[in-house]
């Protein structure tokens, strides 16, 4: 029989490899990636310097220890060139050149990449990024001698980032067009109250605009804004949002909508090929999140060893790890309702609800933080949604 | 005390410190976290996943 092969090394693509080799102890198993393959946890890249981790540190898992406790076979750095889903067989090319491999299953988990933003200017190939391993790693030396930093985008993953270097004694600027951070996810009081949470002049919040160009001054980047201001900053780091890496399946005739289309099966509209995690839109839903990729997983590696499991979603709930003012999100799948506040001083309970009544979701940060689960029970008992 | 770690996100749960937000004060003995704990880091992990780090 031919291996299973997933092409993706991230938190899908491993988790799909870990549960198939619970299942399964002899099937064969292969892991293609365009980087070097290891187990790493991407959330903890915009908390690393609270938690005092270096780049090695936080590396959980080499890809000989993968190859050895999952019983895989691994390659790094190895760019999948095309899919002939006729012949079940993938051209790659690699390290030791060009080759072929074939398939009896193709999980696709490739992730998605950080947007690229209209901005102008001759600092531009300066702006970094913090998706994978190999960005953080120049992030990191980037950082070293420096102290300010500007953050494009006020979104979870920027909000992060700013609480992590400002714990680290950085001084953080934060560009985004939404008027209060997180401005998709959370309540405008949970928002607003994310930088009234942050050290007195620790960093500055530039909401309603967006960076235009970015220029090299004498030991500067000078970041010009839409709203006319200049900020001089030593780097500018971009969390801008996400883009699922869909062009393999595109050119390959797999069917691609905001993502690669999957059903709740996690399957293509190609025989044995499926997707997962955030290259993925399931049922017309995007869920670039952690949960819903460790249990489509779960349902994939049961589907893949021929026991058909449909995806169910106890929970979408996402930790927002702000050490000033911790906040814990439920997304609503549906964006017709209206937010339900309560609460003061940092510390709210907010629901997402529909005209129905139900509640879709949920926002909580502070103190409120305690009760995540009373209101995952009310969030699933209202909403069958999750279920896709 | 002991230590013991998610194996997904490597959340920590320290004896020492407990899971004040999940409702286990500091002290709380892992032996008394009950098997649906859920990693409060990443909610995906459960009590039984968590792997021993430091005794």
């Known amino acids: ?388 | 005390m002991a230590k013991y770690e998610c194996p997904d996100c490597g959340c920590i749960y320290d004896e020492d410190i407990g899971a004040e937000h999940e409702g286990y004060p500091a002290g709380t003995k892992w032996e008394d976290i009950p098997d649906e704990f859920p990693c409060p880091d990443c909610f995906v992990r459960e009590k039984p996943d968590f792997e021993l780090v430091e005794n």
């Open chain 1, 1 to 388: 029989m031919k291996p299973i092969v997933i092409i993706g090394s991230g938190h899908g693509g491993l988790t799909t490899a870990r549960e198939i080799r619970q299942l399964d102890k002899n099937i064969e198993i292969i892991i293609i990636s365009k980087e070097q393959v290891c187990a790493y946890y991407k959330p903890n890249l915009s908390k690393a310097l609270a938690m005092k981790k270096s780049v090695d540190q936080l590396v959980m898992k080499t890809a000989d220890r993968l190859e050895n406790d999952l019983d895989v076979i691994t390659y790094s750095y190895t760019n999948v060139a095309h899919i002939d889903t006729k012949e079940n067989e993938l051209c790659v090319m690699g390290l030791e050149g060009e080759q072929k491999i074939g398939y009896s299953s193709l999980v696709l988990a490739m992730g998605a990449s950080p947007n690229n933003l209209p901005i102008i200017g001759d600092a531009k190939d300066e702006i970094v990024t913090v998706n994978s391993l190999d960005d953080y790693v120049i992030f990191r030396e980037k950082i070293k001698n420096n102290t300010r930093v500007l953050i494009i985008g006020a979104g979870f993953v920027g909000c992060e980032l700013a609480s992590d270097l400002v714990s680290s004694q950085y001084h953080v600027d934060i560009v985004d067009l939404s008027q209060w951070p997180m401005q998709r996810m959370v309540p405008k009081e949970i928002g607003d109250a994310i930088p009234s949470s942050f050290p007195n002049g620790s960093s500055k919040w530039h909401m309603n605009t967006s960076v235009v160009k970015v220029s090299k001054s004498d030991d500067a980047i000078d970041v010009h804004l839409s709203n006319g201001k200049k900020v001089s900053v030593d780097v500018v780091v971009s969390a801008a949002g996400l883009s699922p890496n869909c062009d393999l399946a595109f050119d390959s005739g797999i069917k691609v909508c905001g993502g690669i289309g999957v059903d709740e099966y996690l399957r293509t509209n190609i025989e044995n090929v499926y997707a997962i995690g955030d290259c993925a839109e399931i049922n017309g839903n995007y869920l670039p999140f952690i949960s819903p990729a460790t249990h489509s997983a779960k349902a994939l590696a049961k589907t893949i060893l021929g026991n058909s499991t449909k995806l169910q979603i106890p929970g979408l709930d996402v930790a927002i790890k702000i050490s000033t003012c911790p906040i814990v999100v439920s997304p609503s799948l549906k964006k017709t309702g209206r937010w339900v506040t309560t609460g003061k001083e940092g510390n709210f309970i907010s629901r997402f609800v529909a005209d129905d009544g139900g509640i879709l979701g949920f926002a909580i940060s502070g103190l409120m933080i305690t009760h995540k689960n009373t209101l995952a029970q009310e969030c699933i008992a209202a909403n069958s949604l999750k279920t896709l």
